[in-house]
C-alpha cells in the first residue's frame, strides 16, 4: 500500500517563500512518477507541477518562474520550491503518485496524500 505525506505548508506573506516536501512510502524503489496539486476554498483542484516520463518538468501557467518541482527518486520524494507566493496561491496543496505513465507520458496518479495548507496573505 503507497502512502503520500505532505509537509511544509504553512501561512506566509505575499512574497515570501515555502518549500513542500511529499514523501511516498511503500511505493517501488524504482519509476515511482509524483507530481503537485492544489485545491483553493470553492474552486476545482488543478495541477500544480509535474514531471513527465522523459524528465520534462511541467508547470501551470500561473506559478511558471515562480515554483520548481523536484524529485529525489531514491528516496521517493517530491519537492516544490515556492517563490515570491501570491495571495492566489493559497490553497490546500496535495501530492499524487504512481507507477506508471500514460501513453502521453504523464503521470498515473492513482494515489493521492492528504494535503497541506498554504495560505499566503497580502
Known amino acids: 500500500q503507497v502512502h503520500l505525506v505532505e509537509s511544509g505548508g504553512g501561512s506566509v506573506q505575499s512574497g515570501g517563500s515555502l518549500r513542500l516536501s511529499c514523501v511516498a512510502s511503500?511505493?517501488?524503489?524504482?519509476?515511482?512518477?509524483m507530481g503537485w496539486f492544489r485545491q483553493a476554498l470553492g474552486k476545482e483542484r488543478e495541477g500544480v507541477a509535474g514531471?513527465?516520463?522523459?524528465?520534462?518538468?511541467t508547470y501551470a501557467d500561473s506559478v511558471k518562474g515562480r515554483f520548481t518541482v523536484s524529485q529525489d527518486y531514491v528516496k521517493n520524494t517530491l519537492y516544490l520550491q515556492m517563490n515570491s507566493l501570491k495571495p492566489e496561491d493559497t490553497a490546500m496543496y496535495y501530492c499524487a503518485g504512481d507507477d506508471y505513465y500514460n501513453e502521453y507520458g504523464v503521470c498515473g496518479y492513482t494515489f493521492w496524500g492528504q494535503g497541506t495548507q498554504v495560505t499566503v496573505s497580502s
Open positions: 511503500g511505493a517501488p524503489d524504482s519509476g515511482f512518477c
Open positions: 514531471i513527465r516520463s522523459d524528465g520534462t518538468l
